[in-house]
């Protein structure tokens, strides 16, 4: 479904991702996962369009690496954005509406879409009418979350969803992921410094350090496979270079 | 679909097939960058980095790997990763003292396994066949992988290995072996053995046969086919890739499928080491995709081969490369034995015998035959008797296979104008 050959990103004169190739299906869920600094967020940010970038990103054969982020929201590649960025001063349903923003002259999607979005996360229902600054950090995380689903996403981009969140709160957020990926057949690219977390609930994964992608494969072969946690992800790295 | 265990990677869209090829090439090169010194070296000494190879064809941009680079690792320089994540080890076939190591993930295993089960699905085996192994199973890579790859299927493993031929035979007839994988000299013999103990091949429940690890020609297909009363099918790989699981014949046989999500193919020039297109005849080169312990870049197999992108009648659309007819060195494989003139020379040499030998190949009952001739000055006939045990006990123990010697009068072997020949191959291969 979407392919990206050589995609390249730099902040100024530092090379963040240097010219990794993937791809996702449709229905799939890919994590890209790897230590902190390696890249993977800035691979969601190229995606969307909010960091310059340099490669080819093929949407089913057309060349959508030079479209403006509005522009890839409209044709639903939408991200969750790392860190819960909530527009705190707007009501939890405000939030949802501006979620919906490309598809705003469909009342009646927009409508359906949002109810969908309350019986996923029961208690966004019930705080509809609050504003978002008051919510909990795993309450944001739904509603950054649920403000997406708004968007009517293709390809949803997750970046940390676990982050700085309590275990019993990150559940709740992978079961509703879960939910939604039955529910509804989108495609997921997943960055997760949890790579417990992200092998469990992706189909493929790939391993990115120092910018470039080092591993890929299917995650039920990854888990079975000790090397990949010892070797990439740094746990047995001093044994390694002794 | 019927005979393909991963149509979806047998059968994938070449375009679909390339982008996974560069995903899994641009793994295979930072993993080898980072976790192997020679590869970091390599990369330097040509001013690359891994970054720099961003589509399959810029990997020509990267040097050759030749044997000599890997059997200077020895034991374990060549691995990608530590130790404690190796599960298994093998060895290449065949070479004096130090020979290549290759490492094993689990999940290298894994792979290894379904590369296997890919090879005899093609020759259209299931879970009602009854496979026997016939490779030895030790360091050799063969009987240990065709093993994962038959169980893996849900076939029922005979473990034969390395036994007599009678006992072979007698465990192929007691068993109901289905299907034989080993050298095709072995099968070779096999059939030659049953023809003398009045075994009629039709009574056996044999039906299809593996044949690799060592090459062999049409002719010696046929006499397999018609002693055994088989199909028998070729199959490619070598240890430096991680054993049999490379390429295969489908039921069509015309020319072996190479596993390409696995293992990227080229054939160069082996003089000028050009990359050649396809129908051109040259030396296979071989990157590895999905190893990690032992990955390997372009690695000049010095096998000579051709490669052909036509679709094939079975639908697999992965390249098919010809049946390798020859080396670009003067390698000789003898009973799935690699070995070069050089290391016998070198043996014969510490015995002070030669300079002059002739290493003569043949045929005897089916089953590959190795003899040096060499000149000595010894007279006494027991101390030539005795030399001669020697240096057969030598030549077994250091190349893994015997070696019959005859000594000869200074002289006795004929020189020939210009580069002398050192071998003599009367097998029809």
Not at chain 2, 82 to 105: D, Q
Not at chain 2, 125 to 149: C, K, P
Not at chain 2, 293 to 314: I, K, N, Q
């Amino acid at each position: 479904m979407l392919k990206a050959r050589r995609l390249k990103v730099f902040y100024g004169r530092i090379q963040a991702v240097k010219g990794v190739s993937f791809h996702i299906h449709k229905g799939e869920t890919v994590a890209f996962i790897g230590p902190n600094g390696a890249g993977k967020s800035s691979v969601l940010m190229a995606l969307s369009g909010v960091v310059r970038k340099e490669g080819e990103v093929i949407l089913e054969g057309r060349d959508i690496s030079q479209l403006s982020p509005y522009a890839l929201a409209k044709e639903g590649i939408i991200q969750v954005p790392e860190g819960r960025q909530v527009f705190s001063s707007l009501t939890v349903e405000e939030n949802l509406l501006l979620g919906g923003f490309p598809k705003r002259k469909d009342k009646k999607w927009m409508k359906e879409t949002k109810e969908w979005v309350y019986h996923l996360f029961p208690l966004l229902a019930e705080r509809r009418r609050q504003l978002a600054g008051s919510l909990s950090g795993g309450e944001q995380q739904m509603l950054a979350l649920g403000r997406a689903l708004m968007g009517d996403p293709r390809i949803l981009l997750l970046d940390e969803p676990s982050l700085g969140l309590a275990p019993v709160i990150v559940e709740d957020i992978y079961r509703t992921l879960r939910e939604l990926r039955k529910e509804r057949s989108m495609s997921i690219i997943l960055v997760e410094q949890n790579a417990p977390l992200a092998l469990e609930f992706a189909h493929r994964a790939y391993v990115m350090e120092s910018g470039a992608i080092v591993l890929s494969g299917e995650t039920e072969m990854l888990i079975s496979d000790d090397t990949v946690l010892d070797v990439y992800l740094g746990r047995a790295r001093e044994d390694f270079f002794d | 679909m019927k005979w393909m265990w991963n149509p979806k990677y047998e059968a994938m869209d070449r375009e679909e097939l390339e982008q996974i090829q560069l995903e899994r090439l641009q793994a295979t090169l930072h993993h080898a960058y980072r976790h192997v010194p020679f590869y970091r070296e390599l990369f330097d000494r040509a001013g690359l980095g891994p970054g720099d190879i961003l589509s399959l064809q810029d990997l020509r941009e990267v040097p050759f790997t030749t044997k000599e680079d890997l059997l200077q690792g020895f034991p374990y320089a060549f691995f990608a990763v530590p130790l404690t994540n190796v599960a298994r080890i093998h060895t290449s076939s065949g070479t004096t003292g130090k020979p290549i190591v290759v490492g094993y993930t689990k999940r290298d295993l894994q792979y290894w396994a379904h590369l296997n089960a890919r090879i005899l699905l093609a020759g259209g085996l299931g879970e009602r066949d009854v496979v026997q192994i016939s490779f030895n199973y030790g360091l050799f890579t063969g009987g240990f992988g065709f093993h994962a790859g038959a169980e893996l299927l849900g076939a029922t493993v005979i473990p034969a290995s390395a036994m007599s031929i009678t006992r072979q035979i007698n465990v192929m007839i007691n068993f109901k072996a289905t299907a034989l994988v080993s050298l095709p000299s072995h099968a070779l013999r096999i059939g030659h053995r049953l023809q003398e103990m009045g075994i009629d091949p039709r009574s056996l429940s044999l039906k299809v046969g593996f044949f690799g690890a060592e090459p062999w020609s049409e002719a010696t297909r046929r006499q397999i086919e018609d002693h055994l009363m088989i199909k028998a099918l070729d199959n490619y790989g070598l240890a430096e890739v991680g054993g049999p699981g490379v390429s295969y014949e489908c039921e069509y046989r015309q020319g072996l499928h190479v596993s390409e999500d696995h293992f990227y193919p080229e054939v160069i020039d082996p003089t000028t080491g050009e990359v050649l297109g396809p129908g051109q005849e040259g030396e296979l080169v071989l990157t590895t995709l999905a190893k990690e312990a032992f990955p390997v870049l372009r690695f000049r197999t010095g096998d000579l081969t051709s490669l052909s992108y036509e679709p094939c009648e079975c639908g697999r659309t992965l390249v098919r490369m010809s049946r390798v007819k020859g080396r670009v060195d003067d390698m000789i494989i003898v009973r799935g034995i690699n070995l070069f003139p050089s290391q016998v020379e070198d043996i014969l040499l510490s015995f002070q015998v030669g300079p002059n030998y002739l290493i003569r190949l043949y045929r005897e009952e089916g089953l590959d035959q190795a003899e040096v001739q060499v000149e000595s000055v010894l007279t006494g006939a027991k101390e030539r008797k005795a030399l001669t045990k020697r240096i057969e006990r030598d030549l077994a123990e250091k190349l893994g296979l015997e070696i019959r010697v005859v000594l000869m009068d200074p002289g006795g072997i004929k020189a020939s104008s210009g580069k002398q020949q050192v071998v003599m191959d009367e097998r029809e291969i």
